[in-house]
């Protein structure tokens, strides 16, 4: 019965850390990220377990303010940004193009190396006695003030991001050189339509972070004037370079975990993806649009009210292609087969957390309000429930979708399904009460707070420790799978897509004979044609 | 109601009640497309869920009048959010020209508040109902916010210029004032009060003998602002150049809102960011028709002392110019 494929086609400690296999090297993402996804899940338990009582007692305000910051940098550089594009996209793309692995296999390989120096530097910040400017490393905090780990993480984040532009490089290629005979642009699933909008944030945007972060290590230990006033250096500069980079990376996270909606919905229907030229257009249109929105994150810096007004403009316009994808999934339910397996609740429950997400980011949008709930838990909220609820949403319903494929055995149903449950109601749990004390004024950061908050706080550590559960439930039974569960067919979902026809593990190559497209993407209805 | 139910923040301005306004507004649109959504998904769900494995489904591509009806809608109803945010901001932005004027400058943790009249204070701001008050903010180290949430404001204090904001309280009361920019350690600890009195009680607080503050370093209060500034001028021979008929400074009575021309020939509009730079770093920007003699002030003028200052300028150019150049050259005056 066992029959070579990538999983056992070779053995040994080598034969994964040399490897050229996009899927090897998806799975060593999937290690290195998960670990690091422990690591920022740990530093926020610690945060909630503060945030219990009002007084500063369970941590020193240092140790808090540290980590804040590193659950911030750990998460959002190293766990959200990689997750779905470096596990995922890079496990599918060449599969769903028909393709034998990516265009450079051994700048795959680097990219994956390249993390894990950026993620040493970084590491060795935290252990070696951690940092405490916020991930978003305000000037002139960060770098005349802070004395704490501030440059070696900064080295960290400035290394990691080569791993980003090197897999945006590799993905753009390979999906506009490597497609199957037949497979035209409209004819690629919409997770690869994400992926390339993502991959044209990766190269665009991440030299500025980049470079940004790379000046803030200059200006503290040369004392070049950049940023610190005091240096002649404006500190607002920082905070314009900064959310360059920064807002669209928020579209890193949530582009591709949309893309994987889009294959969950429509397998899970049964039904063709309604509307889908729109949805792939308006990846694109957020790709482009969340470059453009940057100045929202200053509207109380003292940044011109002109460029406040336009920025707020802006932020509304980038709002619609979201919407129209929401509308669309929605659409693509109607007249459906809806299954209701493990992924398919968690591409619902996408569409719950994302929408929430969403809607009140009109909120911070407009001006007005802004003023009142910037920087507290309002912003707080509304961030989780797009870069967690949304994201991680996705990222876990995908994995679910092909974890048959990647390791050649089922996910036990219905602890999968308890596991989905109990993520989006412990989620809901943490985040709603964050909306409220946001509104009631609880600034975010904070080690102590006013007693009258303390209620929404309680509620909101409760909610994580769900969550924490939930996140825990996956983790073990994917665990428990690779031994215990049920031996995957090729094709478990009768799913549409290349990656399907191949076996579950694939061999090597992905596919014996090159695959030939002769229909468009999500085939699963009835031929005859019918309009609404 | 909402406030007794802790739902809502105390309201005690005039900006209070109309960003809950906008608040309602918002919420009450999202929630509509928030259950519209779970409805739609909850309701297929149900009537759609999958009978049999043998099912079809039709063969549904999409529709142009749809994918429009859905863009436009939200976009238009975006624009609503918009216009209502934005004009309140841009008020916000715009204090009325009778506001009192009040000095904030923060700094690694507290806020220090000095009044025009010259009452100063740490971590707390006295203000009488009924009257516009506008807040210059600056900070001496790291970016602060000056956060007041039953006012419905906030605005950063950040270190080497100057921001504003202002608001019109409304109903006595003590509230909480936060630093809502994240500055280090005792960031959460960066707190204090706003005390909202009737106008008599705030007179009789201002002109009360204050006792001296707790900080280290801060002179008791008492002197007003002009006054101050008028003193460090003189203390710091700001006045042996900045003289009518001087060839060295230009005489700075009425120059405060006006624009000069500067030696490249570029205008510059004469305000409180030019002033602060003008004092720290007078060769930046040095009015033409004069040599760049001036020396810098940068390390013998602290933050309050160089608002102090720009508050005796400005006055110069309220009363009348002759009396202006006389207060300058220290002759006249009250």
């Not at chain 2, 959504?37 to 149900?46: D, H, Y």
Request: aromatic share 14%; hydrophobic share 50%.
């Amino acid at each position: 019965m066992t029959t070579t494929n990538y999983l056992n086609a070779d053995y040994g400690i080598w034969s994964w850390l040399l490897t050229k296999d996009h899927k090897r090297i998806a799975i060593l993402y999937l290690i290195s990220i998960t670990m690091m996804f422990l690591m920022g899940g740990l530093f926020a338990l610690m945060l909630r377990l503060e945030l219990l009582t009002p007084a500063g007692d369970l941590l020193q305000a240092d140790t808090y303010n540290k980590f804040f910051t590193m659950h911030g940098i750990v998460m959002v550089f190293f766990f959200l940004i990689p997750s779905i594009p470096a596990v995922l996209g890079n496990f599918l793309i060449p599969m769903m193009i028909g393709a034998r692995d990516l265009a450079f296999p051994r700048l795959n390989l680097a990219s994956w190396y390249v993390y894990i120096a950026g993620a040493a530097f970084t590491l060795y910040a935290i252990f070696t006695g951690g940092l405490d400017t916020g991930w978003t490393f305000y000037t002139p905090y960060s770098t005349a003030v802070a004395n704490t780990k501030v440059i070696p993480a900064a080295l960290g984040i400035f290394i990691t991001g080569f791993s980003s532009i090197l897999t945006g490089l590799n993905f753009i290629v390979t999906i506009h050189r490597m497609r199957a005979p037949g497979l035209t642009w409209f004819r690629l699933p919409l997770f690869v339509w994400a992926h390339y909008a993502t991959s044209i944030i990766f190269i665009l945007g991440t030299p500025v972070i980049a470079i940004t972060i790379l000046l803030v290590a200059v200006e503290r230990a040369f004392r070049f004037g950049i940023f610190d006033p005091a240096l002649g250096g404006d500190p607002i500069l920082f905070q314009h370079l900064f959310w360059f980079y920064s807002h669209p990376a928020v579209y890193i996270m949530i582009l591709p975990s949309m893309g994987i909606v889009s294959e969950l919905i429509a397998c899970f229907s049964r039904k063709v993806i309604f509307g889908y030229g729109f949805i792939a257009v308006s990846s694109l249109l957020i790709a482009v649009l969340g470059f453009l929105v940057w100045g929202h994150h200053l509207f109380l810096s003292g940044q011109s009210v002109y460029a406040s007004l336009i920025f707020s403009l802006l932020s509304f316009l980038v709002a619609i292609p979201s919407a129209v994808k929401v509308f669309n999934w929605i659409a693509t339910l109607y007249r459906g087969s809806i299954e209701f397996a493990a992924p398919m609740i968690y591409a619902l429950g996408f569409i719950g957390l994302f929408t929430i997400g969403g809607l009140t980011g009109l909120f911070l949008a407009t001006l007005g309000f802004d003023v009142h709930v910037h920087d507290t838990y309002f912003v707080v909220a509304h961030f989780h429930y797009i870069m967690v609820g949304g994201a991680i949403m996705g990222y876990l319903g995908g994995i679910h979708f092909w974890w048959p494929k990647i390791s050649g055995r089922m996910y036990p149903e219905w602890p999968a399904r308890i596991g989905a449950v109990v993520i989006f109601i412990g989620f809901n749990m943490t985040f709603f009460p964050q909306f409220i004390a946001g509104y009631l004024g609880m600034p975010r950061r904070y080690h102590m707070y006013p007693p009258e908050f303390q209620v929404l706080n309680v509620m909101s550590t409760a909610g994580a420790t769900v969550l924490g559960l939930g996140y825990l439930l996956p983790l073990t039974y994917l665990l428990w799978s690779l031994r215990y569960g049920a031996v995957a067919p090729a094709n478990p979902w009768r799913a549409t897509g290349l990656e399907w026809q191949t076996p579950s593990p694939p061999p090597t190559e992905n596919f014996t004979t090159t695959p030939v497209v002769t229909e468009e993407a999500y085939a699963y209805s009835h031929r005859e044609p019918e309009y609404v | 109601m909402l406030e007794r139910l802790g739902l809502m923040p105390p309201q005690a301005s005039t900006f209070a009640s109309q960003v809950d306004m906008l608040y309602a507004f918002l919420l009450m649109v999202t929630a509509f497309f928030s259950v519209l959504i779970a409805a739609f998904v909850i309701g297929f769900s149900i009537k759609y869920r999958r009978r049999s494995d043998s099912e079809r489904t039709p063969h549904l591509h999409g529709s142009t009048a749809l994918e429009i009806a859905w863009s436009i809608i939200p976009l238009g109803i975006a624009m609503v959010m918009f216009f209502w945010g934005a004009s309140m901001f841009v008020t916000l932005k715009r204090p009325p020209d009778d506001a009192m004027q009040v000095n904030v400058v923060g700094k690694q943790w507290m806020w220090k508040i000095q009044h025009l009249e010259g009452r100063r204070e740490i971590n707390e701001l006295h203000v009488p109902v009924g009257r516009p008050v506008k807040l210059t903010l600056t900070s001496e180290d790291v970016i602060h916010s000056f956060y007041v949430p039953a006012f419905r404001i906030k605005q950063d204090a950040v270190p080497g210029r100057y921001t504003t904001v202002w608001f019109e309280a409304t109903k006595p009361g003590r509230y909480h004032l936060f630093c809502a920019e994240y500055c280090g350690t005792k960031h959460s600890g960066m707190i204090g009060e706003i005390v909202v009195m009737d106008p008599a009680d705030y007179q009789a607080w201002l002109t009360a003998e204050a006792p001296a503050p707790a900080a280290a370093g801060v002179a008791a209060g008492g002197e007003s602002l002009v006054a101050a500034g008028r003193a460090l001028f003189e203390k710091n021979g700001c006045v042996t150049c900045h003289q009518p008929g001087s060839v060295l400074g230009p005489m700075l009575a009425g120059i405060v809102g006006t624009s000069v021309t500067l030696q490249d020939g570029s205008t510059v509009k004469v305000d409180e960011d030019y002033l602060r730079e003008s004092i720290l770093t007078p060769q930046a920007k040095v009015v033409k028709g004069f040599a760049p003699v001036m020396p810098t002030f940068k390390g013998q003028l602290n933050e309050e002392q160089i608002l102090q200052l720009i508050a005796y300028i400005k006055s110069l150019g309220a009363t009348p110019s002759a009396s202006g150049a006389a207060d300058v050259q220290g002759k006249t005056g009250p």
